[in-house]
């Protein structure tokens, strides 16, 4: 009996011990869950703190955007009033040598006439003053002052039956915006308005060209259809030249002609270049 009661004693103590080391264990693990529970709540914590910074970010890129947006509009205003102020002066510019030349005639028609001419050659001076001026050679004017630029190949002049046309590639002209003219396009255009000048054509046809392929994302919110792009050109176009000339305004016209008169295929690189371009046209 004493046996008995020493074996159940003994395998009573082997159980309790088995069930002290798997209690051990057991909540030796659950510390480390608990723990690896505490690591996903700080790293959940750390991940939040970082999607806010991000969102903070986000928010200040946006904002960014807006003002340099802002900006670029603002700028873009200021151009236009511009050139309407350089067109307007050029209007009025003309309207003083009207006016100067009406009152040169009010003067003249007021003031007696002193003495008729006396003999032939007074006559004939005076014939010869009241005849009309022979049409001068337009296109020969126009090509000697673009002499330069022609045989670099910056632009292209062709003789029409109406006169004679400037041909200007965009890309010469244009940059980086669609429809801001670059250093090197003024120097092209202020070039063209010396040879306009100097041709002493009374009026200009400023005609925008494109080729089919429209507006990046970038740019379609302004430009939604080559339309408006090739209408803003020549507006542009048109100021800078009557400015430089001193044609007044009233004898420019603008046409925003898009990819309606192709000179070339659109369908290659080389062929959109040729179509992409500015005609400035002389009229009389």
Known sequence: MKGLTTLILVVTLVFAGIASYYFLEHQKKCEQLASSLDNVAQLQ???RKLESQIEQ??????????????????????RGEVARLIADRGRLEGQVKQLGAQVVASVSR??????????????????QAAAPAPERDIGGALEAALKASLGRGELQLRKEDAGPVIAV????????????LKEEGKGLLRAVAAAVK???????????????????PKY????????????????VVAGF???????????????????TKPIAPNDTP???????????????
């Open 110 to 127: 007021a003031v007696p006439q002193a003495a008729a001419p006396e003999n032939d050659d007074a006559e004939e001076a005076a014939a």
């Open 241 to 259: 030249v009557a400015g430089e000339s001193g044609i007044p305004s009233n004898h420019v016209v603008m046409a925003g002609l898009a990819d």
């Open 198 to 216: 100097a041709s002493g054509q009374p009026g200009l046809r400023v005609e925008a060209h494109t080729d089919n392929i429209p507006m990046g």
């Open 57 to 78: 970010m986000r928010e200040q890129v946006a904002g960014a955007g807006d003002v340099v947006g802002a900006a670029r509009a603002e700028a873009e205003k200021w």
């Open 45 to 47: 914590d750390e991940f």
């Open 169 to 180: 590639p965009s890309r010469s002209l244009f940059g980086p915006g669609p429809a801001e």
């Open 270 to 284: 080389e062929g959109r270049a040729k179509n992409s371009r500015i005609e400035i046209r002389m009229m009389r």
């Open 220 to 235: 379609r919110e302004r430009f939604p259809t080559n339309k408006e792009l090739s209408e803003e050109r020549a507006r």
